[in-house]
């Protein structure tokens, strides 16, 4: 029986086999940088991922799901943790700034706060990290998936798309750049104060 997990497992295993066998270079025209040439290879191949998530974010949270689990199938989940180790170098404070601005982002890109939930959390897991570190992660990741569901697109959370509705029936017209113009200071300001929260927290219990 052909699922829609085996069709989207497919299409990225696909995808990221070409991209090992054969890397590729975009070449872009840029204002002021003239032509540039992006490498896109398995260490940066799963950038793409995330813009097929935000894709499929379009078809539904079920979609988003089956993207997500299929990029674990195929071991880019596991790439996304060696990076998260990488840019942090285990550092508690510095996974949990990484992990809730990301997670603050995603859920504008990743079919809601619940895809940005489950994709986070899975890359955490794959990074196997310290007890305390992974507990500031997962505190820092509850913080940011609260603070993106009231972000920068409707979408960044299943609440967002129901008043969407609402004020659409009642006649009410917000465009998004509206919508993204009057959030962009208090969710910077709550990302900001959570986060701060966060780390205060974690150096007082392990500090």
């Known amino acids: 029986m052909i699922t829609g997990f085996s069709i989207a497992t497919l299409i990225i295993f696909v995808i990221s086999m070409i991209f090992v066998i054969f890397p590729v270079h975009l070449p872009l025209r840029l204002p002021y940088l003239g032509f540039i040439r992006i490498p896109i290879n398995l260490t940066t191949a799963p950038i793409f991922a995330i813009v097929v998530l935000w894709a499929a974010q379009c078809l539904g949270p079920r979609t988003v799901s089956i993207v997500i689990e299929a990029l674990e199938h195929q071991g880019w989940i596991e790439l996304f943790s060696v990076w998260l180790v990488n840019a942090t170098s285990r550092k508690m404070h510095a996974v949990i700034w990484l992990i809730g601005v990301l997670g603050v982002i995603l859920c504008n890109l990743a079919g809601t706060n619940i895809g940005a939930t489950i994709l986070l959390t899975k890359v955490v897991r794959a990074a196997a990290l310290d007890a305390p570190v992974n507990r500031a992660a997962a505190i820092a990741l509850a913080v940011a998936s609260n603070i993106g569901a009231?972000?920068?697109?409707?979408s960044a959370s299943l609440a967002g798309l129901l008043w969407?509705?609402?004020?659409?029936q009642k006649g009410i017209n917000i465009k998004q750049r509206t919508f993204a113009y009057w959030n962009l200071l208090p969710v910077t300001m709550m990302t900001i104060v959570g986060l701060v929260i966060?780390?205060?927290?974690?150096?007082?219990?392990?500090?």
Do not use: D, W
């Open 198 to 207: 966060v780390s205060a927290e974690m150096a007082v219990l392990y500090g």
């Open 150 to 154: 009231v972000s920068f697109t409707y």
């Open 164 to 168: 969407k509705q609402i004020l659409e």
